[in-house]
């Protein structure tokens, strides 16, 4: 994550009131950051969250920012008076270099990946995933016996 910055994509074709749902960087502790009234999430848009929200020191000890070194986010649903609803969204997410952020990559049989992204675009569709220049290939060959 870039500064520890968050981005929530919206893929549906309506408009996502995600208003007093929370954010987490532990499952295990889920009403870490309640998102503020007002925080709605445009049809196929997005909603970015600074770390200045969710490592304010008005949040106490709650307050969480994301590890260069790896970390969890997890989105909570809550309804109006705070009662988590069942919906959470979460990933798990490796180190990143200064500079670099991770971005959602939806394969051909549905799974999500978090790969490196080649440049940060916060607030708008995902760039291409970083390409490093180091190339892995492994030869196949027989066992002669």
Do not use: Q
């Not at 007093?20 to 870490?32: E, M, Q, T």
């Amino acid at each position: 994550m870039c500064s520890s910055d968050l981005e929530i994509f919206n893929p549906e074709p309506t408009e996502a009131d995600v208003s007093g749902w929370f954010l987490s960087d532990d499952p295990g502790i889920p009403k870490k950051y309640r998102l503020p009234l007002g925080s709605k999430i445009p049809a196929g848009g997005f909603l970015v969250l600074t770390e200045t929200a969710f490592n304010a020191e008005a949040t106490g000890t709650n307050a969480f920012s994301f590890s260069a070194d790896g970390d969890e986010a997890y989105l909570f649903a809550a309804d109006a008076a705070g009662n988590l609803t069942g919906y959470e969204h979460g990933l798990k997410f490796g180190a990143s270099p200064a500079g670099f952020s991770f971005g959602r990559i939806v394969d051909s049989t549905g799974r999500e990946h978090f790969p490196l992204m080649s440049t940060t675009t916060f607030g708008r569709a995902n760039a291409a995933p970083f390409a490093s220049d180091v190339v892995i290939s492994e030869k196949i060959g027989r066992a002669h016996v």
